[in-house]
Each structure stands twice: as C-alpha cells, then as structure tokens.
C-alpha cells in the first residue's frame, strides 16, 4: 500500500525558515510529480509547489524567491524548503504525488496526512 509521509511543520517567527519532507513508501513504479498544497482556515487548498520527475518545478508568485522545491527520486522524497516565512503562509500544508504503483497501468494521486506550519511573533 502507498503512503506519503510528511515532516518538518511547526511554529517559527516571520523571517524563519522550515524544511517540509514527503517520502512516499511502499511499491511505486514512477513517480510523475511531487508538491505542496496548502489550505488556511475559511480558505480554499491552493498549490504551493510542484516538481515533476524531470526537475522542472513551478511556484505560485506568493512563494517565488523564498520557497523551493527538490527531489530524490532514488529515495522517493521531496523537499520544501521555506524561507523568510510571513504570517500569511500558515496553513496547513499537504504532500502530494502523482504516482503508478507497482501493477498497476494507470497513475493516481496520493495525500500525506498534513503539517501544520505556523509563522506568528
């Protein structure tokens, strides 16, 4: 069975830095693309960032500059690394990947569990 796993939420300062992890384990044929979605209260889950098997990655602007994403599909991870963190980047943040299990013809999207990441004084 595949699972993603994520790491790395917490509360920080604005200005702060946190590194979100996903790894997603079980038996995976391809992994087509890994990302971040986020959702804060009363407000719609939106991307944050998506890296496709290739390395090409892609941001949503409020992000561009200050957060990046990367991959090691040996290990089946993904990385978010987020710096100069504002307040309105809390929310809770999603792991996702486009996957083919092992056995399986067609591909599927996969959720982590959420962490929740918090940027207040």
């Known amino acids: 069975q595949v699972q993603l796993v994520e790491s790395g939420g917490g509360l920080v300062q604005p200005g702060g830095s946190l590194r979100l992890s996903c790894t997603a384990s079980?038996?995976?044929?391809?992994?087509?693309?890994m990302g971040w979605y986020r959702q804060a209260p009363g407000k719609q889950r939106e991307l944050v960032a998506v890296?496709?098997?290739?390395?090409?990655?892609h941001y949503i602007d409020s992000v561009k500059g200050r957060f990046t994403i990367s991959r090691d599909n040996a290990k089946n991870t993904a990385w978010l690394q987020m710096n100069s963190l504002k307040p309105e980047d809390t929310a809770v943040y999603y792991c996702?990947?486009?996957?083919?299990?092992?056995?399986?013809?067609?591909?599927?999207?996969?959720w982590g569990q959420g962490t929740q990441v918090t940027v207040s004084s």
């Open positions: 996702n990947a486009a996957l083919r299990p092992h056995g399986s013809l067609i591909g599927y999207d996969y």
């Open positions: 890296i496709v098997m290739g390395g090409n990655t």
């Open positions: 079980g038996s995976i044929s391809d992994i087509y693309t």
